[in-house]
């Protein structure tokens, strides 16, 4: 299995930045498109950005957009979510994925029950309050 472990969450004040990492285990990430969901409680999740396998693609949900930015070094096997201007709002469990569907390498649609069927990784915990 592709599993992804994500790190680099905490409790910050509205306004400040976070940045996650999420880190491949036993498998190299190159060849896949990564996506970040969160998942506040009570809530469904949500994807929030996907980032090609080249990092020459990324998208944004509407919440994050322009705020957020999600890159990647491949050398480093690593994918990052950088977090600006944070709100309360944005308090959720965070969580990476590989896109599994072919092709691998590019960002796909995804629906709910594309969400739920992913292999998210344990999640880090991003609190944004005052």
């Known amino acids: 299995q592709l599993q992804l472990v994500e790190s680099g969450g905490g409790l910050v004040q509205p306004g400040e930045s976070l940045k996650l990492s999420c880190a491949a285990s036993?498998?190299?990430?190159?060849?896949?498109?990564i996506v970040w969901s969160r998942q506040a409680p009570g809530k469904e999740r949500e994807v929030v950005s996907c980032?090609?396998?080249?990092?020459?693609?990324?998208s944004y949900s509407d919440s994050v957009k322009g705020r957020f930015t999600i890159s990647r070094d491949n050398a480093k096997n690593t994918v990052y979510l950088q977090m600006n201007s944070l709100r309360p709002e944005d308090t959720a469990n965070y969580y990476c994925?590989?896109?599994?569907?072919?092709?691998?390498?590019?960002?796909?649609?995804?629906?709910?029950?594309?969400?739920?069927?992913?292999?998210w990784g344990k999640g880090t915990l991003v609190t944004i309050s005052s």
């Open positions: 994925a590989a896109e599994t569907r072919a092709p691998t390498s590019l960002c796909g649609d995804y629906p709910r029950r594309i969400l739920n069927g992913m292999n």
């Open positions: 980032i090609s396998n080249s990092g020459g693609y990324q």
């Open positions: 036993g498998f190299t990430l190159e060849g896949y498109a």
